[in-house]
């Protein structure tokens, strides 16, 4: 389905990332990955989508709160695979504490990766999708794109302007063979999320497991974690042709929390 198309997916080396790159490789997608991680792990890890899937793969390391090393990336991108056709954009990072103790250069950072990154690869990869009248822009919000926690005021604030980035940007592209849309994931075990889980183990005495379901009890009625490989394969419906008119959404893939 995706065969010949090149995919950007950034903060792809684990958790959701590789999941949604790993299913739009194995559509015939091209895919480059980035994110942080050992050099030796991540070439394998590449290199073996590549092989696996009969797809090109490439690494770029750009920081993602680095706008120059954003730039470096895109060019990459165009200088090896002709340009991104699929931009998504899932890098993102997580702090908690309340606002009057939140430390602003975590602030600052977590707004910089999850929110101002995909400003500045959304700029620079459309004017290759506008010159292909094609291109779809996946941007990975969350559940806090739509309701608030305590305790997360910055990364709810930074995924409720990727969602509003998410709709202008649609609008901008609504006479195009372009769309943008936002993916809204719960909680997905991702090592983000593994790292609250052993936090609340740790502070509560409790096994793993019991850590798990007492995290997905407070919020997610299906009490099961959205996986990878589901939000991949929503990635893969955003981009088939069946979602020409998928424009501007914010889909949540959450259990049911939002529901309530």
């Known amino acids: 389905m995706l065969s010949g198309k090149t995919a950007l997916v950034t903060g792809s080396t684990s958790g959701i990332g590789l999941g949604i790159a790993r299913s739009l490789a194995a559509q015939g ?15 394998a890890l590449h290199t073996g989508v590549a092989r696996e899937f009969g797809v090109l793969t490439g690494y770029h390391g750009a920081d993602m709160s680095r706008p120059e090393q954003i730039e470096a990336m895109m060019q990459y991108a165009a200088d090896h695979f002709g340009g991104v056709d699929i931009l998504v954009n899932n890098a993102g990072i997580q702090h908690v504490a309340n606002v009057d103790e939140f430390p602003t250069e975590k602030w600052d ?6 929110l101002t990154s995909a ?4 700029r620079l990869a459309l ?10 822009v996946i941007n990975l919000a969350s559940v806090h794109g739509l309701v608030g926690s305590a305790g997360k005021s910055a990364y709810v604030a930074s995924k409720h302007g990727l969602i509003g ?8 592209l609504a006479h ?4 943008c849309n936002a993916i809204c994931p719960g909680w997905v075990l991702t090592p983000l999320v593994q790292k609250q889980v052993d936090d609340r183990a740790t502070r509560d005495g409790l096994t793993t497991e019991q850590a798990k379901k007492a995290l997905l009890a407070e919020k997610q009625p299906s009490g099961e974690f959205v996986t990878p490989d589901e939000l991949g394969a929503l990635a893969v419906f955003f ?22």
Do not use: Y
Request: overall charge positive; proline content about 1%.
């Open 29 to 43: 997608a091209n895919v480059v990955f980035n994110g942080f991680g050992d050099a030796g792990q991540i070439e």
């Open 109 to 114: 950072a977590i707004i910089a990766i999850n």
């Open 119 to 122: 400003f500045h690869t959304t």
């Open 127 to 136: 004017p290759g999708m506008k010159a292909k009248n094609w291109g779809r």
């Open 165 to 172: 980035f998410t709709k202008v940007t649609a609008l901008e």
């Open 176 to 179: 195009t063979g372009i769309t």
């Open 239 to 260: 981009c088939s042709q069946a979602a020409n008119q998928v424009r501007g959404v914010a889909w949540n893939m959450d259990g049911g929390w939002v529901a309530q």
